[in-house]
């Protein structure tokens, strides 16, 4: 049963900074990765997708990479602004007849204060 | 071109009354999800659908829950005499027939069971 695991749990941090965003994941036989942002009382907002044969995705500021092998990802957020305070949830796909049948971890609560 | 279209956004019943919650998928896509997320816990899938089909219900309760995606409509998420531990936010998420595309994720319906 594939279990996914984000760490940390909550992370708070000034204006400007980067950061990281871990995802591990016990099962590597995924056939996609997809991170999302969650904001509070609202649905989720895809972010990034990353192939199971793809190493990294960029879009802007966010950067996701894919350790297939391993079993772990992480989202790399540059110049962080109080905007991408949210919660960020990582899923992993397994594709086949169960494609979109997700497994999330529990979050990352993203606080950036000014 | 329209996101994914839940709805209502809240819904209230009390514990014995039927909730049913609608959810149209973004156009062009022909695959339904549907996840739920309880208080402090993680989304959780329950079913995946297509047009006139269930491909995979493993996550769905095995009483009281029942999906559709009729021909014609919305995808109808259906709980019959709900009770207090039904109480969450009901995701329902949409991608197009190709395998390997990102899924869209709706604002979500609150359920709450007096």
């Known amino acids: 049963k594939q279990e996914v695991t984000q760490i940390p749990a909550a992370l708070s941090v000034p204006e400007g900074e980067n950061l990281v965003l871990n995802c591990s994941f016990t099962?590597?036989?995924?056939?996609?990765l997809q991170w999302f942002r969650q904001d509070p009382g609202k649905g989720l907002t895809s972010l990034l997708l990353?192939?199971?044969?793809?190493r990294e995705q960029t879009s802007g500021r966010l950067n996701a990479s894919l350790d297939k092998s391993s079993g772990r990802s992480t989202l790399y957020i540059a110049a962080s602004q109080p905007g991408d305070s949210a919660t960020y949830l990582c899923a992993v796909n397994a594709g086949g007849t169960s494609y979109g049948k997700l497994t999330f971890g529990q979050g990352t609560i993203l606080t950036v204060h000014p | 071109n329209a996101g994914v279209m839940q709805n209502p956004r809240h819904l209230v019943r009390r514990r014995g009354q039927e909730a049913r919650l609608r959810c149209s998928p973004m156009?062009?896509?022909?695959?339904v999800y549907w996840y739920r997320q309880l208080p402090e816990e993680g989304l959780k899938f329950m079913v995946y659908l297509q047009k006139e089909n269930i491909i995979d219900e493993s996550g769905m309760p095995k009483e009281r829950f029942s999906a559709e995606f009729p021909k014609e409509g919305p995808s109808i998420l259906r709980i019959q005499q709900v009770v207090r531990g039904d109480s969450a936010a009901y995701f329902c998420?949409?991608?197009?027939?190709?395998?390997?595309?990102?899924?869209?994720f709706g604002s979500g319906t609150q359920l709450s069971v007096l």
């Open positions: 156009k062009g896509h022909s695959h």
């Open positions: 998420a949409s991608s197009p027939p190709t395998v390997g595309e990102k899924l869209f």
């Open positions: 099962d590597s036989a995924i056939y996609n």
């Open positions: 990353i192939q199971s044969s793809q």
